[in-house]
Nanobody
Framework: QEQLEESGGGLVQPGRSLTLSCATS????????MSWFRQAPQKERELVAQ????????TYADAVKGRFTISRDNAKSTLFLHMSGLKPEDTAVYSC??????????????WGRGTQVTVSS
């Protein structure tokens, strides 16, 4: 059974840093592209950052470039998101997603349940 569990969220003051983790099991993590998404209240879910299976290709949303860093530890099947210079507009539920390649059958997606990040003074 595929499992993704986010942790590390919480309440933090503007300008501070926070690191999220996504611990996974039950699928081929080291072959999967991994992503962080976020959804703020009454807003659509948006892609925050994405990292290829080998960690060589990384993309960020414009809103977080230069402040957030996505990384992965394939030996531990864990994804990370280091967030610095946090702003109130970063407040959202952050979720991780895995895209496991299934060859000619395409890809399968797996999602975590999310962790709340609140940026407020």
């Amino acid at each position: 059974q595929e499992q993704l569990e986010e942790s590390g969220g919480g309440l933090v003051q503007p300008g501070r840093s926070l690191t999220l983790s996504c611990a996974t099991s039950g699928f081929l993590f080291d072959r999967s592209r991994m992503s962080w998404f976020r959804q703020a209240p009454q807003k659509e879910r948006e892609l925050v950052a994405q990292i290829s299976a080998e960690g060589l290709e990384i993309t960020y949303a414009d809103a977080v470039k230069g402040r957030f860093t996505i990384s992965r530890d394939n030996a531990k099947s864990t994804l990370f998101l280091h967030m610095s210079g946090l702003k109130p507009e970063d407040t959202a539920v952050y979720s991780c997603r895995a895209e496991e390649p299934m060859g000619r059958f395409g890809t399968l997606e797996y999602w975590g349940r999310g962790t709340q990040v609140t940026v407020s003074s």
